[in-house]
């Protein structure tokens, strides 16, 4: 029996502070249920509310891609700087450690290699397998314009379904076919598309104009494909003009792991993603680390 002496309601029960309701730090994610928002909260970093992926699921369509050759030598080291990795199943069990701790947004379509027509995807997992491996959120391409554009939108929206079903959050990736214009407008369409049919998020190439445009249509977060390889420096400013222009964080594979210093630069994105530094000044903290990374290899 609770002791009911000197019982002080006013204290006990702090009748005069309201309750707090705060809202979910992501956009359009308010009306979605507890399990799935933590899912998100471990992709996305609530402090800042952004994040920055390191995707490594290349290998999916076009086998050994260079820079990923390894995984266990390359890729494993950079694995503490990222918020949360994209990748495949074969590639989360064989080779990232388990105590990894960080978000895992697990490819979930696939089919044709790169010697097919790409867009003629279909599910290529189970939902408990997803629930196995614990993963934060599946990624799924949709092919707008593209050859088997209702197909992925149908893998899309199948998974979407699924996810619901468990609380486990779907990636739309808007991907280009080689003959489509990348443009703003483009992207619109792709992007609208996918959060209108429940994409929880949605990743996307950056273009030099409009990009607001396309994160300001699309009602929920929008994270930044990386894209082929550029200079260091103008990798920096497209993730720092893509935060600055509405993108909720950038999901890069190519301009981390097939560069000089991959350590160094996925460290400078962090800086720009996280704590909005200036694009030269990332790249000078990039020049930095990269310096110490060589001495070091030096000894
Ligand atoms: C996109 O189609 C796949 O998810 C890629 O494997 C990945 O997004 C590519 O990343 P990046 O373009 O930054 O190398």
């Known amino acids: ?33 507890w399990g799935m928002q933590n899912r998100l909260s471990r992709i996305f970093t609530p402090a800042s ?6 995707a490594i699921d290349h290998g999916y369509f076009q086998g050994p891609t260079s820079g990923l050759e390894r995984c266990d030598i390359n890729i494993v080291p950079l694995v503490p700087f990222a918020d949360a990795l994209m990748l495949t ?17 697990l490819r979930a379509s696939g089919g044709p290699s790169i010697l097919k027509e790409l867009s003629n995807e279909q599910i290529a997992v189970d939902i408990e397998d997803a629930l196995r491996l614990n993963v934060s959120a599946m990624a799924v391409q949709v092919f707008i314009g593209g050859e088997f554009e209702t197909q992925s ?24 076919g080689k003959n489509m214009t990348r443009d703003a407008r483009y ?3 792709a992007c ?7 994409a929880h998020f949605v990743k996307t190439y950056y273009v030099d104009k409009g990009f607001e445009t396309v994160t300001a249509s699309c009602p929920v977060p929008i994270v930044m494909a990386g894209g082929k390889k550029l200079p ?24 981390i792991f097939q560069s000089e210093a991959p350590a160094a630069m996925i460290q400078a994105v962090r800086k720009v993603v996280h704590e909005n530094i200036k694009p030269s000044e990332a790249f000078e ?11 070091t290899f030096a000894k």
């Open 192 to 198: 609208r598309i996918c959060a209108e049919l429940g």
């Open 49 to 54: 509310g952004k994040t920055v992926m390191l």
């Open 232 to 255: 260091e420096y103008d990798a920096l400013e497209m993730a720092y003009r893509a935060v600055n222009e509405g993108a909720a964080g950038v999901d890069m594979g190519r301009n």
């Open 89 to 105: 199943r074969g590639m989360l069990r064989t080779t990232i450690p388990s105590s990894a701790g960080k978000g895992v947004v």
């Open 1 to 33: 029996m609770p002791d009911v002496d000197g019982l002080n309601e006013n204290k006990e029960f702090f009748v005069d502070v309201p309750v707090s309701n705060a809202p979910f730090f992501l956009k359009g994610s308010n009306a979605l249920d």
């Open 153 to 176: 939108v149908h893998n899309m929206t199948r998974l979407v379904d699924i996810g619901n079903r468990y609380g486990i959050p779907v990636l739309g990736v808007t991907a280009v």
């Open 285 to 295: 903290f990039y020049q930095g680390l990269k310096a110490a990374e060589k001495k």
């Open 187 to 189: 992207f619109r369409l």
